[in-house]
């Protein structure tokens, strides 16, 4: 087994620090809801992370420092907690110490005695999709997920794939089974040997007003029209809510355990009521297109508990909007935001920068948006069907909008998965005058 040893450090009574949090994506939110219930006497001075950030840069109302300006400022009186989930935690955790941040001045510390390969996602992730249970989410040329097919009822379903993560930790330790070599394991330390989840996706295919130029998922406008519903009826027959509620019954899924809600459309879904119910007190975080507004769906994502709503918008124009999109919404969406916004949603904007939406006009519209809605947090990714073959034009444009977004005094988080030499391109093209 995994050895592990977690600390928990406690403040003297009456002491006054400064916390930092170090991480800007999208766990930022919720960590720093956590640090406000935990800590609610101390303060908590903003954010960093290991990019050069600029001087006017914020995320949820919090100033985002390099970190060099937080050892100038506060001489290692300051304390830390790190927001990123496994393997990211422990690999900031080992930057910290050596800067020489003592590691009781990091909140969160967690010891790792033996280093062996993980993965964030087995680590404590359970993917909802159609036809099986996942590990993660496949990546289109790059990965494909381990799953557990339906059993008889979803209880055999879960424990079949409770028994298969620890059977796929213990292979992973010995440099086999079905997740050794894939692009999203690194040396690290899994965190967990134990049958636990703290993330639940719902990756299932209910139908969506869209047909998204890079969609290629069962459940869009312009599959069901192509090959009819079927996909969506099955999606219809999972037992989310039982599986919800047996995964607590069994204490794997702890209290402040996120459900994520991320394909089709749960708006226009048949089991919106039925899935609200069964997300009770849990984070709650929706993808959704924005077209249609809902005002439980934003009562659940204003708690301060990381919950939010995220709209991937991919246009700054109502035309593009059109060409990416597959329909006429843009003013829609637009309006709906704004509804989310009234309600005191946390609201997160995306864009998947293509060929087709990387224009100035694109990009200038989308920050307008930014300025009017004043998102909690905002990412920029790309076309996952491409791979990490990504033309000029999109790494250009993931520059230019990611200026004009700290222009704004805002961070962006750019998606990972996109690859370090893209990355790399990138950070060449910002530098560009």
């Given at each position: ?36 219930g ?73 010891e ?23 590990f ?14 339906y059993r ?6 879960v424990?079949?794939?409770?028994n ?62 192509k ?107 637009k ?45 920029i ?19 230019k ?33």
């Amino acid at each position: 087994m995994l050895s592990f040893v977690k600390h928990e450090f406690m403040l003297k009574e009456n002491e006054k620090v400064k916390i930092i949090i170090y991480g800007t994506g999208k766990r930022a939110g919720l960590a720093l809801d956590i640090l406000r219930g935990k800590y609610s006497e101390q303060e908590i001075v903003g954010f960093t992370n290991s990019c050069n950030n600029s001087d006017n840069q914020k995320i949820f109302g919090k100033k985002v420092y390099n970190f060099s300006e937080i050892v100038s400022l506060y001489r290692g009186e300051e304390y830390y907690y790190i927001s990123p989930a496994e393997p990211t935690r422990s690999e900031i955790q080992v930057i910290l110490e050596e800067k020489g941040i003592d590691r009781t001045h990091i909140l969160n510390y967690e010891e790792v005695e033996e280093n062996c390969i993980g993965c964030e996602d087995l680590d404590d992730l359970m993917v909802v999709g159609d036809d099986a249970l996942y590990f993660c989410c496949s990546m289109p040329g790059q990965n494909i997920a381990p799953s557990i097919t339906y059993r008889e009822s979803i209880y055999e379903t879960v424990d079949a794939f409770l028994n298969e993560k620890n059977d796929i930790i213990r292979q992973l330790k010995q440099s086999s089974g079905p997740c050794y070599g894939c692009v999203k394991t690194v040396r690290g330390g899994i965190r967990k040997s134990k049958k636990t989840i703290d993330r639940l996706s719902i990756g299932l295919s209910y139908p969506c007003q869209l047909a998204c130029s890079y969609c290629t998922w069962h459940c869009n406008s312009r599959n069901i029209k192509k090959y009819g519903d079927k996909q969506v009826k099955k999606a219809y027959q999972i037992d989310v809510k039982g599986l919800i509620q047996y995964l607590e019954q069994k204490e794997v899924f702890s209290d402040t355990g996120t459900i994520f809600i991320a394909s089709g459309e749960i708006t226009i879904s048949a089991k919106r009521d039925e899935l609200l119910d069964a997300v009770g007190n849990h984070p709650l975080c929706v993808m959704s297109n924005g077209i249609v507004f809902n005002k439980r769906i934003a009562q659940k994502v204003a708690r301060m508990d990381g919950s939010h709503i995220e709209v991937s918008i991919d246009a700054g124009t109502r035309e593009t909007y059109k060409n990416v999109k597959g329909l006429d919404a843009f003013e829609k969406v637009k309006e709906t935001l704004h509804l989310y916004k009234q309600e005191g949603a946390n609201i997160y904007l995306k864009y998947i920068m293509l060929d087709i939406n990387c224009t100035d006009n694109d990009i200038q519209g989308f920050c307008g948006i930014i300025k009017s809605i004043g998102p909690q947090n905002i990412s920029i990714s790309f076309d996952y069907n491409c791979g990490q073959n990504i033309s000029q034009n999109v790494l250009r444009g993931i520059a230019k909008l990611s200026k004009e977004i700290n222009k704004l005094g805002l961070a962006c988080i750019i998606n990972p998965a996109i690859g370090k030499k893209n990355i790399e391109e990138i950070n060449r093209c910002i530098d560009l005058k």
